[in-house]
């Protein structure tokens, strides 16, 4: 026995993939040519598989604030805000957020994961109760780990399950919290928030959503599936990221409930550890102004979105059940997936490799993800590579007529 040693059946798991090809940290970019292309083993590559959904990670005008934010305040800010103190940018970030989601407040954090772990465990006591969609993030099963509320999960996308959950809940004493995203990382469906908020009203419970996938996405503009589908006025907080559509890195949950200031003296994953570098708030606050200023880039990705869901679709693939900017190509062999994986690398095509435990199901992905930056000529040549590596590894048939044979 070791201190690793409860890690063996975990390494073997690992080495056993690796060995079969499928090591995503093999996948080293040599250069990062644009939004949607890299360079890999020499190699152009077309990234499907980033969450740059925007494309904004090339934005000239964001390249150009980061830059100057370097220049005048330095490469980072060494500490946390409530020992080192804020920049300017800090405060005016969380203020353009509070005003783009039309909110009373803001609080940025240095990464989404933080902002779910940060909210969930200091929002719910061990008195209330957190009521959990059964395919959430890491970050929010985290969140809920680290703080003291009881957590109920509840099956996913389901509000019937999830009404018998609160109706057991009913008696208890203390809040009742519902968590749920707003589009769905894995698979790319989206809740059925309008249920949930109706729930949310009819048990008077809370509800946060996590629209890390789906801000810049969805809404006419951009604030997610919430304002897509008319119920704002439902949703408690916001949590979002900045690393997808905005293209940089840092999380961010906005509110208009009195009280919600307490959280920067109480929430320990905001207050202890060092706040975003000043390149950082720049290019997130130019990004957020893009969001909002440019809706062709949300009917640009949306458009990506159904040449490449479509495409795979009538290819023959099975994909998610509705589409959006995360596609993903369902295979259930693990070793099937992996050499999918591979062949598709090997062919200048890169895609997430999403594979059990990790993934709803226990089923094997691929996944990728659109951006409003791929041109039409990348999204056709993804959907050609992929039907001809379905081809090759016989999950598609080998000719057009078998299809209707
Ligand atoms: N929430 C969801 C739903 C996510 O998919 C992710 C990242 N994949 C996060 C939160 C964490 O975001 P970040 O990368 O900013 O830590």
């Known amino acids: 026995m070791s201190l690793f040693s409860k890690f063996d059946g975990l390494r073997a798991a690992h080495a056993k993939l690796t060995a079969a090809g499928a090591d995503p940290f093999s996948v080293v970019f040599e250069d990062i040519v644009s939004a949607t292309e890299g360079i890999l083993h020499g190699q152009r590559t077309v990234l499907l598989g980033t969450n740059n959904y925007l494309g904004l990670t090339?934005?000239?005008?964001?390249?150009?604030?980061?830059?100057?934010?370097?220049?005048?305040?330095?490469?980072?800010?060494?500490?946390?805000?409530?020992?080192?103190?804020?920049?300017?940018?800090?405060a005016r970030l969380e203020a353009e957020l509070a005003a783009f989601f039309g909110r009373r407040h803001g609080m940025v954090f240095s990464t989404g994961y933080q902002a779910n772990l940060g909210i969930l465990s200091t929002l719910a006591g061990k008195h209330d109760h957190l009521v959990i969609d059964s395919d959430?993030?890491?970050?929010?099963?985290d969140g809920a780990r680290l703080g003291h509320a009881p957590v109920v999960r509840f099956r996913h996308n389901d509000p019937k399950d999830l009404e018998k959950r609160l109706a057991r809940l009913a008696d208890e004493p203390g809040e009742k919290i519902i968590v749920v995203e707003g589009i769905y990382s894995m698979l790319g469906d989206s809740a059925p928030l309008a249920e949930i908020c109706e729930l949310k009203r009819r048990y008077g419970a809370y509800l946060i959503v996590d629209e890390a996938h789906s801000m810049g996405v969805l809404g006419e503009n951009g604030r997610g599936l919430a304002e897509e589908l008319g119920v704002e006025n439902d949703v408690d907080f916001v949590i979002g990221t900045f690393s997808k559509s905005l293209g940089s890195v840092g999380g961010f949950?906005?509110?208009?409930?009195?009280?919600?200031?307490?959280?920067?003296?109480?929430?320990?994953?905001?207050?202890?550890?060092?706040?975003l570098p000043p390149a950082i708030i720049a290019s997130t606050s130019r990004a957020l102004t893009i969001v909002g200023e440019q809706p062709e880039l949300r009917a640009r990705l949306r458009g990506n979105a159904e040449r490449l869901y479509h495409g795979l679709s009538a290819a023959?693939?099975?994909?998610?059940?509705?589409?959006?900017?995360?596609?993903?190509?369902?295979?259930?062999?693990?070793?099937?997936?992996?050499?999918?994986?591979?062949?598709?690398?090997?062919?200048?095509?890169?895609?997430?490799?999403?594979?059990?435990?990790?993934?709803?199901?226990?089923?094997?992905?691929?996944?990728?993800?659109?951006?409003?930056?791929?041109?039409?000529?990348?999204?056709?040549?993804?959907?050609?590579v992929m039907s001809e590596v379905g081809r090759e590894?016989?999950?598609?048939?080998?000719?057009?007529?078998?299809?209707?044979?």
């Open 58 to 90: 090339f934005d000239e005008a964001g390249k150009q604030a980061s830059m100057e934010a370097v220049a005048r305040h330095g490469t980072g800010t060494t500490g946390s805000r409530i020992a080192n103190g804020s920049y300017d940018g800090h």
């Open 316 to 384: 023959g693939f099975v994909v998610g059940p509705e589409c959006s900017p995360i596609v993903s190509v369902i295979i259930r062999d693990v070793d099937k997936a992996v050499a999918f994986w591979n062949m598709l690398l090997e062919r200048g095509l890169y895609v997430n490799l999403a594979l059990p435990p990790a993934t709803p199901s226990a089923a094997a992905f691929l996944r990728g993800s659109v951006s409003a930056s791929h041109s039409e000529e990348q999204i056709a040549f993804a959907v050609d």
């Open 136 to 141: 959430s993030h890491a970050s929010i099963y």
């Open 393 to 405: 590894l016989g999950l598609l048939p080998s000719k057009v007529t078998e299809l209707s044979a």
């Open 253 to 275: 949950c906005v509110s208009s409930l009195e009280g919600f200031e307490t959280l920067r003296i109480a929430c320990r994953p905001y207050m202890f550890t060092a706040s």
